[in-house]
């Protein structure tokens, strides 16, 4: 998309510095539409909500709220309605997500423009931009559409915007008829700008060619409308799961109802205990544990000034196995600073001695260049090169003088040189006259600077030597000369004329000499190398994209030790690439440079498609759809724009690049406790189904009823949420390798344990159920004796599951407030029902002596010995094989 190829009509000879009349204007602005990005027909509010009742998981909430209000349980009915609600919420602020996206982009897009029309200046709106409309640009405008220079001074733009490349490009006027074809953003020398980017220097009149979604930041807008974020593995799983197991518990429902009419010929006892079974079996936990785990997961990660905008985010960030990083911005400040200065075979490292003085010098070639520079500057090398002399001068370089003359850079002579003038200090005694001392200094690209100080070969090699190893190190470079003028070029004393003879019409009148050589870089974050260091121990990966040069792109990566830093791919070697060869390039390549949003896009796609977990980070519009594409977009809430907040799935509101790591860690202590959450879960519902089913089989008097159904949901749903969310991480959650995104979160070797424990509880259960129904024939103590144990177990499996590798007497020594106000709430409630006649006749409970309670405590620890004994064993045997791998 840009501008377009066909010459205007408004641009004929000796008419078109007019600009277009207010009737062209409108005709075209009525036939082509706002320059603002298009907005789609919104869904409405009942529509979103519908489509999110027809998912899977959404209309398992709906039917076990149903079976709860056929049950009178209104309380259980009501939670499930307000856990249906608050998924339905979630999923209409991620529906308005993009659309705030696209609302920064076109807020962003839509400037207010000064125009030529009628042959007059006028400041209009952005939106009301139209093809052919000539733009009047001055230093700082933001540029309101894609255009064609026309005529330019010294005209630069900064299109990080675009393309992440923080130092901004020099345009020229393009002197041939119609519009010349489109190139991509970046790049110095091109007659193009773009909407949305900034001039930093100079003045410029521009032809306007594309507006609107014709631009290069309405190509972004779109490619944003059109990309999906993806379900994150577990998401997957556990609707999978739950879908199966609620389609096993309306199908055991059905034939529970049908066995029971049949062998006992009793509807009504049949429905209850289908109902009752259907409720055992039916996983409502799943959604509710997921939903309250993410969200405890954004508040807790909020707490590291990391806001949380798509929650499963949350989650998935513990599982990236690709963190590709936006240098400008991210890895770096997005703003200059001198980094080394050098003159005459002396060099003084800047960032390396930030406070010790500069030599005298070195403090000449800051002089020198803050001479050369505006006292006012937009332009970030200029900035910093005055940030500098702030630190260096006790008093600003320019005090008490006047500036005489500018000659801007040209692109014959890419130098800038300043004259300026100043009263001399009090002529000698006796003298009648006195006359301003000019003082004139030049700053520009080095070969430019040795040309104005006429080099001979041999102090070019040299310098030329110095400027190459500079720019290996990924320094902007930029040379620095002062000039004498010629005799006679001099103020009249108490004259206020700038000078008493003309001055040389160019630069090269004057008599230059080489001051010395300055080297710019965008610094790194001061806490990026620990960072990554943290990445890599954490085994995750690595990968640079940038805009920026390929020398700037590698001198970046060998100073945060990414592997293979001088192994690059441009973005032009991108576009000759397969997606086969890039997809087996990415594996190894760890440094992209000269990438263009699509191609970013393209990255993050060919990692997914290698099976990657893939994290980026960035803050531009640039980053937008990348961010979006991502399993989990980063995006830097200081510096960065609302559109790639927007499209991020999470915000660093500081911009630490450390608080990534931080929120990899969280997001694993969540994956971890979230895997322990399902694993007791799965393993609960084994014994409470079984005890559902088993009797009913056998003829025997039912042992659970909904109402301890019930009761059991009120111990089971606040344990797997609450308890198990707030368990700390484990000591080696960050030295250990992300796992494999290829194996499934929800696996065999999650399942079958966890049904092995349920299956072991079901058996202990079972045996203290039937043996005193056999010994005492008495259902009411032997279904209070089952309940009792039931819940011990319940208790027993909640300790057993919070590690997998640690027994329970090793994990007690890890505080976890919630599980003791579990583990006591839980006890309390079952010894009212117990203990109080209202409550034991209401659950059909005989009394229970201690006797019967000690057999019931000690049946429930049994029920899991083996599992403890199952962890003791192996993490014995990952000890030992450890210890082998350790020796020579």
């Known amino acids: 998309m840009g501008l377009t190829t066909t010459p205007s009509t408004d641009t004929a000879a000796g008419a078109w510095r007019d600009g277009l009349s207010s009737a062209e204007a409108r005709e075209r602005l009525a036939a082509e539409g706002d320059n603002e990005l298009p907005r789609e027909r919104r869904k409405s509010m009942l529509a979103i909500a519908l489509s999110v009742l027809r998912e899977p998981m959404l209309l398992l909430l709906v039917a076990a709220g149903v079976l709860y209000v056929f049950l009178g349980d209104l309380r259980e009915a009501l939670v499930l309605l307000a856990s249906i609600s608050v998924v339905i919420g979630i999923t209409l602020y991620q529906e308005r997500k993009t659309e705030r996206a696209l609302d920064a982009l076109r807020d962003l897009a839509s400037p207010r423009a000064l125009v030529i029309r009628d042959g007059q200046p006028q400041r209009i709106a952005g939106r009301e931009v139209v093809r052919g409309d000539l733009v009047l640009l001055a230093e700082g405008d933001r540029v309101p559409a894609d255009a ?449 949003p699509a191609q970013k896009l393209r990255l993050v796609q060919a990692l997914q498609a290698n099976g990657e977990v893939v994290a980026m980070t960035g803050d531009g519009v640039n980053d937008a759809p990348a961010l979006k594409a991502a399993h989990i977009g980063i995006a830097m809430g200081g510096r960065g724009t609302d559109v790639a907040r927007e499209a991020a799935s999470l915000v660093l509101l500081d911009d630490d690049f450390a608080a990534i790591v931080q929120a990899i860690r969280l997001g694993r202590r969540i994956f971890d406790n979230l895997r322990d959450a399902i694993a007791y879960l799965l393993a609960v519902h084994v014994p409470i189904a079984g005890m559902s089913l088993i009797p009913i089989l056998l003829g025997a008097p039912l042992v659970l009823l909904p109402v301890h159904i019930v009761l059991l949901e009120f111990v089971i749903d606040p344990a797997s949420s609450i308890a198990f969310e707030a368990e700390p991480e484990a000591a080696d959650v960050m030295r250990r390798p992300p796992r494999d995104p290829r194996e499934p979160s929800l696996g065999r070797s999650l399942i079958v344990p966890s049904l092995l424990q349920g299956a072991s509880v079901l058996a202990i259960v079972f045996a203290v159920y039937f043996l005193d129904l056999r010994l005492y024939a008495n259902p009411g103590e032997a279904r209070a004796l089952a309940f009792t144990t039931l819940v011990i177990a319940n208790l027993a499996l909640i300790f057993a599951n919070r590690s997998w590798t640690r027994i329970i007497p090793v994990t007690l020594r890890t505080p976890n407030p919630a599980l003791w106000w579990v583990t006591g709430g839980a006890l309390a409630v079952l010894a009212l029902t117990l203990a109080v006649p209202f409550l034991r006749d209401l659950f059909q409970f005989a009394p229970l002596h201690p006797l019967d309670l000690a057999i019931c405590l000690g049946a429930a620890l049994l029920s899991i010995t083996w599992f403890e004994l199952f962890k003791l064993v192996r993490s014995r045997h990952a000890g030992m094989m450890n210890g082998r791998a350790a020796m020579p």
């Not at 489109?182 to 110095?188: I, N, Q, S, Y």
């Not at 909020?302 to 590709?324: F, H, I, K, N, Y």
């Not at 003088?401 to 001399?424: G, I, K, N």
Request: proline share 8%; hydrophobic share 45%.
């Open 148 to 596: 064609v220079v026309r005529e330019g001074v010294s005209l630069t733009a900064d299109e990080s915007l675009l393309t992440g490349e923080s130092v901004p490009v020099r345009k020229v006027a393009w002197s041939g008829a119609g519009m010349p074809p489109l190139t991509r953003p970046g790049g110095d020398d091109l007659p193009f700008i773009y909407s949305g980017t900034l001039i930093t220097g100079g003045q410029g009149l521009a032809e306007v060619g594309a507006t609107g979604p014709r631009t290069e930041i309405g190509a972004i807008g779109k490619a944003l409308h059109t990309v999906a974020p993806e379900q994150t593995p577990l998401q997957r799983e556990v609707g999978r799961l739950a879908k199966w197991l609620a389609l096993a518990a309306f199908g055991l429902c059905a034939l529970v109802i049908i066995a029971y009419v049949l062998l006992r010929h009793d509807l009504v006892a049949g429905i209850l205990a289908g109902i009752t079974l259907a409720m055992a079996l039916i996983p409502e936990e799943f959604p509710v544990v997921l939903a309250i785990f993410l969200a405890l997961g954004a508040w807790r990660i909020a707490q590291r000034r990391v806001l949380t905008r798509r929650m499963p985010a949350v989650e998935a960030l513990g599982s990236a196995t690709v963190l590709c990083v936006d240098k400008t911005g991210t890895l770096t400040l997005n703003r200059m600073a001198v980094s080394k200065l050098y003159t005459h075979g002396a060099v003084f490292d800047v960032s390396a001695q930030p406070d010790h003085p500069l030599p005298l010098a070195h403090q000449e070639i800051v002089r020198e260049a803050i001479l050369a520079s505006p006292v006012e500057a937009f332009d970030p090398m200029e900035r910093a090169l005055l940030e500098l002399g702030r630190r260096v001068f006790a008093e600003p370089v320019t005090d008490g003088l006047r500036l005489v003359r500018e000659y801007p850079l040209t692109p014959r002579l890419l130098a800038v040189t300043r004259v300026w003038s100043r009263p001399p200090t009090t002529p000698p005694h006796g003298a009648h006259e006195r006359e301003r001392e000019l003082l004139v200094a030049a700053k520009g690209a080095p070969e430019a600077i040795a040309r104005l100080c006429r080099m001979d070969e041999a102090d070019w090699h040299e310098t030329q030597a110095r400027v190459s190893a500079m720019a290996r190190d990924g320094l902007r470079v930029l040379g620095v000369a002062r000039a004498t003028p010629p005799p006679g070029i001099a103020g009249p004393a108490g004259s206020d004329d700038a000078v008493a003879r003309p001055l040389p019409a160019d630069p090269t009148g004057f008599r230059f000499e080489l001051v010395g050589l300055i080297g710019l870089a965008d610094p790194v974050r001061p806490s990026v190398p620990d960072a990554m260091r943290e990445c890599a121990s954490a085994g995750v990966r690595v990968i640079m994209i940038t805009g920026d040069y390929p020398e700037t792109a590698r001198a970046i990566a060998r100073h945060i030790s990414l592997p293979h830093p001088d192994e690059c791919i441009t973005g032009g070697e991108l576009d000759t690439l397969s997606d086969d060869a890039l997809r087996e390039r990415i594996r190894e390549t760890a440094v992209f440079a000269r990438v263009v």
